[in-house]
């Protein structure tokens, strides 16, 4: 009807003529093996995915205290929650198209200094400009960290197998954002 036909699931009858299905893996990639190197990557990007998640929500819930104890206003210390995932989502997009030009690695690193950058400069800030400027640094690093896991895990593991992998990333990212440090 809509002019595309689904590849037929693999399928056997059974004895009593009852069709069941088996998983399809005729069209899995064979040369993807998950060795030590792929595992000992994938768990730094999911533990790099964690610490964004995790400083990405953590800092809204200190907010009032911080106001109070700094003196700032209200504005500044919902700023200096919303910039970091503000800023986050810009620079997702730089840092898909940097690593296309100069490749993963490089843009993964400056996205982890970035970010490493920024967190030492919030941790150590005594009034909110400071607090401001670290918070927008740090998102622009964890933009580029999001981005990247994601892209690198797409480069990395077939279209097939991707969904388990992604799942790992995501639920990475679900813990990170639900607790409360």
């Given at each position: 009807e809509w002019g595309y036909e689904h590849p037929p699931i693999s399928s056997k009858v059974t004895g009593e003529g009852i069709r069941a299905s088996e998983p399809d893996t005729a069209n899995v990639d064979p040369a993807f093996k998950a060795g030590w190197r792929f595992i000992l990557a994938f768990i730094s990007l999911t533990t790099i995915t964690l610490m964004v998640a995790v400083d990405a929500t953590a800092l809204p819930v200190a907010l009032p205290k911080m106001a109070q104890s700094l003196g700032g206003t209200s504005i500044e210390a919902f700023w200096s929650g919303t910039s970091f995932l503000l800023t986050s989502t810009v620079f997702q997009p730089i840092a898909g198209n940097f690593s296309q030009i100069f490749g993963r690695t490089p843009i993964l690193w400056i996205s982890l200094g970035l970010f490493g950058l920024g967190s030492i400069l919030t941790?150590?800030?005594?009034?909110?400009?400071?607090?401001?400027?670290?918070?927008?640094?740090?998102?622009?690093g964890g933009g580029g960290i999001i981005t990247l896991t994601e892209v690198i895990v797409t480069d990395l593991v077939p279209l097939r197998l991707r969904g388990q992998w992604f799942a790992w990333i995501a639920s990475a990212w679900a813990v990170g954002s639900s607790i409360e440090i």
């Open positions: 941790a150590v800030a005594n009034d909110f400009t400071l607090i401001l400027a670290g918070r927008v640094i740090q998102g622009a």
